[in-house]
Every structure is written in C-alpha cells, then in structure tokens.
C-alpha cells in the first residue's frame, strides 16, 4: 500500500501541495480564541410576586417550582434557587452533554404546567436561556463634551450602529440614563382635588391609546378606521383629563408636573488614561454570538468605530478598554513562537545526532503533520485557543519519530548495501517499520481517546487536546511511511559520507560501546540487577509519593500573566450609589500611584463586574485596569501589591482578582453549608469564615450572610384593608407607584419608546429632580392615601403596621435544600487543594456543627476532583488499549511487558522534575504523562 506514493512520484508531490495548501487555508479560516468556548445548557426561572418578603417568596413559589421541577427534566445536573424580595429566580444547569435548544424547550412546558401551583397574585414564570460563555469581547469608553441628553443620544447612535456588525450578539451600554418623561405628582394637589397618586397613574394609562376599529365600506371602498386616542408629546401627557370637580377637567398639569429629561441614574462611569483625573463617560459592553471568530469581529468593531469618527463620534474621545481580540492574538502570538522554538530545538537536535541532511528531511515531517492536522481540527469544528496549540507544542517531539525511523533506516540501507537503489532502500524501509510504526502510533492515539470520557466543563474544556494530539498523530504516520520515503530517496546523497557525517558515527559508536559496556556489567552481576532493581522500585514509589506529601503541588489550572485586572468595591447593604462613588474615589487615588504599571482604567459605579456576573446594584461597583506591556512585574505581583494597599480601607470590601485561564469553576475556595435554619446558617457561616481568614494563601473572603440588610416591612391588616375593598396588590401598586414609580404608557418617537413613569413627590422640596423624589422619611409614607370606591380616602398608615427588621435579602437552595456558600480566591502563593484540607481540618476538629447542618466543599475543588478522577479512568482505559495493540503487535505478553516496563522509569523523572520547580505544577502538565 504505502509502496504506491513511492511509484507514482508526480501524484504524491501534488497530493503533498494540495494538503499543504488545504491546511494552510484551514488554519486560516480556524475561529480563534483564547480559551474553548464551554457551552452549558442553563435555564432562569423567574416568578415575581409583587411585595412579598424573601420567606414568602420562598414557600409559595420556589418550594413549590422546585418540588414540580425535580425528577420531571432529563440530564439535570442540579437545581439551585434564590428568593428574594417579590422574585424567585430558580436556575436549572443540565449536564454539558446535553442539547442546549432541547433542554431550554423541555424546561418551559414543564413549568407551564406547574403554573396552577402558585399564588394567584404571582405573575407567569419567564424561562431564559443563559450562555455561559456571554461575556464582553470588547469594551469601549467613549468621552465628549456634551449634555447628559447628548450623551445619552449618541449612546443609542453607537449601540444601534454596532450591532450591525457581523458576529455581534448585543451591545450594552452603561453610564449614560435613558430618555424618560416623568409625571412627578404632587401630595398637596391631591389633598385639594381628593385624589390619589392611582387615580393620576390609570388615567395616563388609559389616555394614549390608538388602535384599529374596524372597516367601513362606502360607495364599494373599503375604509379602515383607527381610534387615535394617543398623544405623541409631553405637552400631550400634561392635557390628560384626570377627573372632574364641578364644571371643570382636573388635567394633569393640575397634580403633577411633567419633567422631559432622563431616568434615574443608575450607574456612574468614568475613564482614566495614563494617569490622568478620571472623566465621565459612557461605557460600551460588545458581545459576539455563539460561534465565531472573536479576532474577526473585534477587527470589525474598530473598522466600524474609525468609520463613525468622522460622523457621530466626531469631538469624542474613543478608548479601547478591553479588546479580547488583541489578547487571543498576543495569546497566539507567544504560543507560536514557542512552538517555533521547540520546532528549531527539535531540527538542531536531529541534525547534531543523525546528520543535518536526515536531520532536515526528518524534521519535514513536523511543518506536513501539522498543516495536515489543521484540516482535521478546521472539519471537525474546533477552535485554535491557547489549548490547542499546547496540545501541537506537546506532541512535537513524538510526531518526529517515525519519520526519524524512516530517515535512518533509508540512509543505512543505501550506506551499507552499495548495490541497492535509494527507491528499493525507501521500500525496504518502509515494509519493515510499517507494522511497527502502525501500532506505536496508535498506542500513542490510544492514551489520548481515554480524554474523552471527561465530561462536564472540564470534559469541554480539554476537548481540543484529544482531537489536536489523534489528528496530527495519524498526519505523522501519513507523512512518515507515505511522503518521506520518496523526498529522502530524492534528497539524501547516496552513499557519500560527509566529514562531519563520519564524526557523528564515530562519536554514535563510542556511546554505544560505552552504554553497552554498563548493560553487560550491570546483568552479568546478580548483586549489581538486585541494587539496581531496588533503585528503580524505591525511586518508583518515593516519586508517586511526592504527590500526597505535598513536594508536586498541583492547581487545577496555572495563573498566567495577564494584561486586564478587575477591582470590586462592595459597601454594605443599603448605601446608596452616591456613598459608594465616594468610596470608589478613594480606591482610584491608589490607582494614580501607579502610572508607570497602569496604561487605563475604567469605572463603573451601581454595577458589579460583567465579567463576574454582576448586576445592577447601588452598594456595587467595579474597575477594570489595562496594564501597560513593559510593566516590570506580572499580573500576579500587581494583584497582591493591589491588595495589600487597599487592605488599609476598612469600612469598605474591595476585591482585587484577574481573569482565570481555566474553564468557569466559580470562586477558588468554596464551603456550601445545607441546613433549614437561615439564623443556624449565618452562625455557622461565621465561625467557617473566621477558620479560612486564618489559612495562609487566603483572600477575599465572601459570605451569602453578607447580603443581610435592614428592612422597614409593612404588615398589611388583611381583614381591614378587605373592609374598605382594598387587598394586597392595590396597596403594592400605591406603594411601588409612590416610591419607585410605576411605567403608565410610552411615547414612539423614530428611533425608540420614550417611557412615560408616574411616581409621587415624597420630598419636602416642591423643586427636585425626579431622581432624588423618595428621599424622604417613614411618615410620608404612612401618609399617602388610596381611595375607596365611595370616593373616601383611607391613609395607607391606618391599614399597615410598620416594623424594621434585620432580614435576608437572599435564600438560597441546592436541590431543594437550604444553602449558605463561603467563597475566597487564593493569593499568588497559595494553593487550592492545600488550603481545601486546611479548611477541613478545622471545621471537622474546632466546629461543632448543629444537628442538621451539613457541608461540603466546592468551588474550583469539586471541578477539579471530577476532573482528577475522570484523567485517572482515561488513563486506565488508554493503557488497557495500548496493551491490546501491543499485544496484537507481538503476539506475545512477555514482549508487551518488557515495553511497558518503561513506564515507572519514565514517572520517576517526570515526578521529581515537577518536584524541582519552583512554581506549582498545573494540571497542563499531567497531561504529558501521557505521552
């Protein structure tokens, strides 16, 4: 068979060039990325229950979905819950294996058939999908001198000219308020007209309707008819009758004054370049779809950028905060190069050992393997990431050794037969290491199939190892016995030996004689085979034991220096964004100290990171620092400076962390505590945190009993409040349209609905902006007032009792359990699986945990030990097929153990080298194990 590429020359040098060609184009067209993109199937199931406490919330409709959820959905891998203040919000992850399109469409029809379950007040659970891979690919911080309302304008302009680029999913914006008319009512208008804050909300509801009536036919023309009862403007909003005492309308403008502005702020950004002050700004948070080529659709996004700043972003100043393009390049960049530099180190190595002629041909065969096995990654849907290229990087040095065999068995062949042709030598060649060849290969691919029976993230994560390792292995062979035969008879110079050709047979000789010499000393001695047995066994057992004594520290997956680093600042529960924008200054002042590390940073105060799944939030906010290239010090050295400054800020939590290089794991360090009382709980949580603060290696210590606030609760007399025909969810109304304003009707411009929010004036200031209307105090709120049918006002206080009270803003479930979690990070010189048995040490020995409460440790641990025991039965299943070639090769089990018995020689040294390094090893590097 392989005798056929040597016959016909011309068709395999064309073969060779149109697989070069095939390759190079697919590593082109190959979507890059930094990391795999993981895929896990999660559905949201939110209910909301308009003024229900988190108690509430919890026994009448997370209990109940959950109960209806579990046992009745396929590939569930576990269900957690959160019931808050008026919202369950229960989140369903399905194993990795499973179909995200099936999975979401399952979920919905089980839920709608679990809607009868809850209270009638409760509104229809929404489903949504979550992607886990929906971060930001790019975020971009635009500056101009222009009004709040400008600004806003353009953030729209932007948002709606960016997400026409190929690839982009969504386009975020943050910093700027959107378009609002508000219809800020005032108390004292509706104590001189008997009116309530309801009756002004549902007459401006009711008011701007237009809709189709029908068609009438006249003189055989069909005409339609449109009520046009709506109104396009503020002026229109203000006209809108609201009742009528005596002879004359109360409009609007009579109660309330319409504001055309903006909503309230929600979140504050600001832009800080090479030092400088930090300036408003909008922010832009870019989003690729599923799929795709992130490098591609960054260069997209800039190319649309440079077009808008000769139009809207004309007098701007646009910076580029994030770009995950630019990184993946780097990324590829410094990976390649590496490569390249192994690639020559092999070549040099060949050429020293086995002349620069062979040593040439033979390293053909890694440039042809790759290019190759590209084109198996490009059909087979995978990425090039920073996994993939590992995975070339490591199996370089093993696709050279067919070729090597090749090489020097023609040239010794054509050396020591003068009368044989360089065409039959390459035949011979190749029908005698053929067999040998076949069968090393495959138990090389063999080890790397066992790879797929990881599963979960980590299954997905790894996934491109396997493929990229089994497609450039079975290239190699290719390479090997069907090209190199023919370019070595055509390249190698016959039976001329070169001077420095001799010099190397000679000095091949002489360690030969010399290796030999040793061997036969060392079996024809029974005492020198027993030392040396013992050596091999003692070294064999003393190197497995470096691992559980702690000399080979293992991480999950390595820390690797970054350009991007992200800062939370959290305030305790109640501040108020205008608190924690004073709290964010202070830390942006250590930031300035560090002009010669820091290129930018961007702020974003009333948020948490994106990047860490933060949401919209008074207490919270975040920077994100790009650092400058030629720094001086690492990512990881900054970090802890970082902390270690900021560790001078008391009243304020402020967490310094930086992007992780594995698949999403969730918080290094994680303790769950199961239990049914929230009080137990938070006790229990307290001694668990105050035992992690004291391990080494450990920061930023988080707990869920961190989220509990002071609440003031209003306790509804039911039977009262029935008494004047009111019940619970006219009075929730009043109070949200009171407090927070209610949405009555939107306004359509060209370009988007204007939101028209009534809400009520509970400042004392008859002149405020709307933003700042419900700072106030408890008894104005115990002074509004709702209307009877009869026409009598009843003050909302007369029906209420008022409490403050400690409460929980959040309870948590796993699996319909009750769930505390204590998470942390690690420190540059801490190390999870240590700091993990540290922790379990002293809860099993110092706390006495209550009857009832369990725990458990997660985080990066319960990954990383599914991972662990996943690697060890791949490792088993790739040595019992390896065993089964080797077997089938040699017909003979003594044979096959004498091959095997490489094996503990080769663990001895990989062990102690990892021991010898200074960094912990990663679970990269277990991985060469297999090879």
């Known amino acids: 068979m392989w005798n056929f590429f040597i016959d016909n020359s011309r068709f395999t040098y064309l073969l060779v060039v149109i697989l070069v060609g095939f390759g190079l184009y697919s590593v082109s067209s190959i979507p890059k990325e930094s990391s795999p993109e993981v895929q896990v199937p999660i559905g949201i199931i939110t209910t909301v229950l308009p003024g229900a406490p988190a108690v509430d919330v919890e026994s009448l409709v997370t209990n109940e979905l959950e109960r209806g959820l579990s046992g009745g959905l396929e590939n569930v891998k576990k269900i957690t819950s959160v019931s808050s203040e008026g919202v369950s919000s229960i989140t369903v992850e399905f194993s990795a294996e499973a179909d995200i399109d099936e999975s979401i469409s399952e979920l919905k029809d089980k839920v709608d058939t679990l809607i009868t379950?809850?209270?009638?007040?409760?509104?229809?659970?929404?489903?949504?999908?979550?992607?886990?891979?929906?971060?930001?690919?790019?975020?971009?911080?635009?500056?101009?001198?222009?009004?709040?309302?400008?600004?806003?304008?353009?953030?729209?302009?932007?948002?709606?000219?960016?997400?026409?680029?190929?690839?982009?999913?969504?386009?975020?914006?943050?910093?700027?308020?959107?378009?609002?008319?508000?219809?800020?009512?005032?108390?004292a208008a509706l104590l001189r007209f008997n009116l309530t804050v309801n009756d002004v909300f549902n007459a401006v509801r009711s008011a701007n309707n237009t809709f189709p009536v029908g068609q009438i036919v006249t003189d055989n023309v069909s005409y339609n008819i449109v009520f046009a009862g709506g109104t396009d403007s503020a002026d229109g909003i203000k006209k809108i009758p609201v009742a009528v005492r005596g002879d004359q309308a109360v409009l609007v403008q009579d109660l309330a004054e319409v504001v055309v502005g903006l909503a309230p702020a929600t979140t504050y950004s600001r832009l800080s370049v090479d030092g400088n002050p930090s300036q408003s700004s909008l922010l832009l948070s870019i989003y690729k779809q599923r799929g795709g080529d992130i490098t591609v659709m960054t260069e997209a996004v800039e190319t649309k950028l440079n077009e808008l700043k000769s139009t809207i972003l004309a007098d701007t100043t646009v910076y580029t905060v994030y770009d995950a393009g630019v990184d993946i390049k780097k990324d590829l960049s410094n990976l390649s190069i590496s490569g390249l530099q192994t690639v020559f180190l092999v070549i040099t190595i060949l050429m020293i050992a086995i002349g620069w002629r062979e040593g040439l041909i033979a390293g053909l065969a890694i440039p042809l393997s790759f290019t190759i096995g590209f084109i198996g990654l490009y059909f087979s849907d995978n990425t090039l990431n920073f996994i993939s290229l590992f995975a070339l990087i490591l199996g370089i040095g093993v696709l050279v050794d067919s070729g090597i065999v090749i090489v020097?068995?023609?040239?010794?062949?054509?050396?020591?037969?003068?009368?044989?042709?360089?065409?039959?030598?390459?035949?011979?060649?190749?029908?005698?290491?053929?067999?040998?060849?076949?069968?090393?290969?495959?138990?090389?691919?063999?080890?790397?199939?066992?790879?797929?029976?990881?599963?979960?993230?980590?299954?997905?994560?790894?996934?491109?190892?396997?493929?990229?390792?089994?497609?450039?292995?079975?290239?190699?062979?290719?390479?090997?016995?069907?090209?190199?035969?023919?370019?070595?008879?055509?390249?190698?110079?016959?039976?001329?030996?070169?001077?420095?050709?001799?010099?190397?047979?000679?000095?091949?000789?002489?360690?030969?004689?010399?290796?030999?010499?040793?061997?036969?000393?060392?079996?024809?001695?029974?005492?020198?085979?027993?030392?040396?047995?013992?050596?091999?066994?003692?070294?064999?057992?003393?190197?497995?034991?470096?691992?559980?004594?702690?000399?080979?520290?293992?991480?999950?997956?390595?820390?690797?220096?970054?350009?991007?680093?992200?800062?939370?600042?959290?305030?305790?529960?109640?501040?108020?964004?205008?608190?924690?924008?004073?709290?964010?200054?202070?830390?942006?002042?250590?930031?300035?100290?560090?002009?010669?590390?820091?290129?930018?940073?961007?702020?974003?105060?009333?948020?948490?990171?994106?990047?860490?799944?933060?949401?919209?939030?008074?207490?919270?906010?975040?920077?994100?620092?790009?650092?400058?290239?030629?720094?001086?010090?690492?990512?990881?050295?900054?970090?802890?400076?970082?902390?270690?400054?900021?560790?001078?800020?008391?009243?304020?939590?402020?967490?310094?962390?930086?992007?992780?290089?594995?698949?999403?794991?969730?918080?290094?360090?994680?303790?769950?505590?199961?239990?049914?009382?929230?009080?137990?709980?938070?006790?229990?949580?307290?001694?668990?945190?105050?035992?992690?603060?004291?391990?080494?290696?450990?920061?930023?210590?988080?707990?869920?009993?961190?989220?509990?606030?002071?609440?003031?609760?209003?306790?509804?007399?039911?039977?009262?409040?029935?008494?004047?025909?009111?019940?619970?969810?006219?009075?929730?109304?009043?109070?949200?349209?009171?407090?927070?304003?209610?949405?009555?009707?939107?306004?359509?411009?060209?370009?988007?609905?204007?939101?028209?929010?009534?809400?009520?004036?509970?400042?004392?200031?008859?002149?405020?902006?709307?933003?700042?209307?419900?700072?106030?105090?408890?008894?104005?709120?115990?002074?509004?007032?709702?209307?009877?049918?009869?026409?009598?006002?009843?003050?909302?206080?007369?029906?209420?009792?008022?409490?403050?009270?400690?409460?929980?803003?959040?309870?948590?479930?796993?699996?319909?359990?009750?769930?505390m979690t204590i998470g942390s990070d690690i420190t540059a010189t801490g190390n999870v699986m240590e700091v993990n048995a540290e922790l379990k040490k002293q809860i099993d020995e110092n706390i006495n945990l209550p009857t009832g409460v369990t725990y458990a440790l997660g985080g990066e641990t319960e990954e990383s030990n599914q991972a662990f025991i996943e690697m060890f039965y791949a490792l088993i299943i790739g040595i019992v097929l390896m065993v089964a070639i080797l077997v089938f090769q040699f017909d003979s089990y003594l044979h096959t153990f004498y091959v095997l018995s490489i094996l503990p020689f080769s663990l001895i040294g990989i062990l102690y080298g990892l021991a010898m390094q200074v960094v912990h090893s990663p679970f990269l590097q277990l991985w060469g194990l297999l090879l």
């Open 117 to 187: 379950r809850l209270p009638d007040d409760a509104e229809r659970p929404l489903v949504t999908e979550v992607n886990f891979v929906d971060q930001p690919i790019m975020t971009i911080a635009v500056s101009a001198d222009k009004t709040p309302v400008e600004l806003s304008l353009l953030a729209d302009d932007l948002v709606d000219n960016l997400e026409t680029v190929n690839g982009i999913s969504k386009v975020e914006k943050s910093g700027v308020r959107d378009q609002e008319i508000t219809v800020l009512v005032d108390q």
């Open 408 to 819: 020097e068995g023609i040239n010794k062949r054509i050396r020591n037969n003068p009368t044989i042709s360089k065409i039959e030598a390459a035949k011979e060649t190749v029908n005698e290491f053929s067999a040998p060849l076949i069968s090393g290969t495959l138990t090389t691919v063999a080890m790397f199939v066992g790879l797929f029976v990881v599963g979960g993230v980590t299954g997905q994560f790894i996934s491109s190892i396997p493929f990229t390792l089994i497609f450039i292995m079975f290239a190699s062979l290719i390479v090997a016995l069907g090209f190199l035969p023919l370019i070595t008879a055509k390249l190698l110079n016959g039976r001329q030996v070169a001077t420095v050709d001799g010099k190397q047979d000679l000095l091949s000789k002489k360690t030969e004689n010399w290796y030999r010499s040793i061997l036969v000393k060392i079996l024809s001695s029974r005492t020198l085979k027993k030392q040396f047995l013992t050596f091999i066994v003692v070294g064999f057992i003393s190197a497995i034991a470096l691992i559980p004594t702690g000399f080979v520290k293992v991480v999950f997956f390595a820390q690797s220096d970054v350009d991007d680093i992200f800062i939370e600042i959290e305030l305790q529960e109640g501040s108020i964004k205008e608190s924690t924008d004073l709290a964010v200054r202070r830390v942006e002042e250590y930031l300035y100290k560090h002009n010669a590390v820091i290129e930018a940073f961007s702020v974003t105060v009333g948020s948490g990171s994106m990047f860490n799944g933060g949401g919209v939030n008074p207490r919270l906010a975040n920077i994100q620092v790009s650092l400058k290239e030629d720094r001086g010090l690492t990512s990881s050295e900054f970090v802890e400076v970082l902390r270690s400054e900021f560790s001078e800020i008391r009243d304020v939590k402020v967490t310094v962390t930086q992007p992780s290089n594995g698949p999403p794991t969730g918080s290094p360090i994680g303790i769950k505590l199961y239990g049914d009382d929230v009080e137990t709980l938070n006790q229990v949580a307290s001694q668990v945190t105050q035992k992690l603060s004291e391990i080494s290696g450990v920061t930023n210590i988080s707990t869920d009993s961190d989220a509990n606030t002071t609440e003031i609760q209003f306790l509804v007399d039911k039977e009262k409040a029935g008494l004047y025909g009111f019940n619970s969810q006219v009075i929730s109304q009043t109070l949200r349209s009171a407090v927070y304003g209610s949405e009555a009707t939107s306004i359509t411009n060209l370009k988007n609905d204007i939101p028209v929010v009534v809400r009520l004036n509970l400042n004392n200031s008859s002149e405020v902006e709307p933003e700042f209307a419900n700072w106030t105090n408890i008894n104005t709120i115990q002074n509004i007032e709702l209307a009877t049918l009869s026409g009598e006002r009843i003050a909302l206080g007369s029906l209420s009792e008022i409490k403050l009270r400690e409460a929980n803003n959040e309870i948590k479930h796993e699996d319909q359990k009750r769930v």
